[in-house]
C-alpha cells in the first residue's frame, strides 16, 4: 500500500429506507509532517519580513498562517463527511471540530450519480441536481465508492433508477468477485 495514499475510514449503516456513510480522511503521518513543515516554513516567513510589509499585508499573512493551523489540526483530528440518502433527500453534512454545515438536496432533482473522475482514479461522488453538479465523498477510494454504490442499490431499489441510470452496478459488482 502507498505510505502517502491510504483510503480513508469509511462507515456505512444501512437501515429501513436509508443508507447514511461516514468518512475520515486517514491521517498518515507523512503528509501531516510535511504540512507542519510547510506552515512552520511560511510563518517563519511572514514573521521575519513584517517590517517590510504593510499592516494590510501583515494581516492578510497572519490570517493564512491562522489558517494553516486550523487545517493542520482539523486534518489531525478529525473532519467528517457524512452524506445520507433516502426515498426523499440527500443530505451532506460537514463537520470539523464539531461544527458542521448541512446541504439537502431532494431526490428528484438528483440524477447521474457516478465517480467524480472517470478518467483517471475515481473519488467520491458528483450527481446532477437540475443544471448544477453537486460532488460529495471526495476521500472515498474506488473500492469505497463501489461498495456504497452496492449498499444504495440494495438498501433504495425505489431510487436507484433515478439517481444511476448511466451506472451499470452489475459491471461494478463483478469486480467484487
Given at each position: 500500500m502507498n505510505l502517502l495514499k491510504q483510503p480513508p475510514k469509511m462507515e456505512m449503516i444501512v437501515g429501513s429506507g436509508f443508507l447514511r456513510v461516514s468518512v475520515r480522511p486517514s491521517q498518515h503521518w507523512a503528509p501531516l509532517t510535511f504540512q507542519a513543515v510547510t506552515g512552520a516554513v511560511f510563518a517563519a516567513l511572514v514573521f521575519s519580513a513584517r517590517s517590510r510589509m504593510s499592516s494590510l499585508e501583515f494581516l492578510f499573512a497572519t490570517l493564512s498562517v491562522l489558517g494553516v493551523v486550523v487545517a493542520w489540526f482539523g486534518r489531525l483530528f478529525g473532519w467528517e463527511e457524512v452524506f445520507e440518502f433516502d426515498a426523499k433527500h440527500l443530505r451532506i453534512r460537514n463537520e470539523v471540530f464539531g461544527w458542521d454545515r448541512t446541504r439537502e438536496y431532494p431526490i428528484v432533482e438528483c440524477s447521474d450519480l457516478e465517480p467524480q473522475?472517470?478518467?483517471?482514479?475515481?473519488?467520491?461522488?458528483?450527481?446532477?441536481?437540475?443544471?448544477?453538479?453537486?460532488?460529495?465523498?471526495?476521500?472515498?477510494?474506488?473500492?469505497?465508492?463501489?461498495?456504497?454504490l452496492s449498499a444504495l442499490e440494495r438498501a433504495l431499489p425505489e431510487i436507484v433508477p433515478t439517481l444511476l441510470p448511466s451506472v451499470d452496478i452489475s459491471k461494478d459488482l463483478m469486480k467484487l468477485a
Open positions: 473522475d472517470l478518467t483517471g482514479h475515481p473519488h467520491g461522488f458528483q450527481c446532477r441536481l437540475g443544471r448544477r453538479t453537486i460532488e460529495f465523498g471526495d476521500y472515498l477510494s474506488e473500492q469505497q465508492g463501489i461498495e456504497v
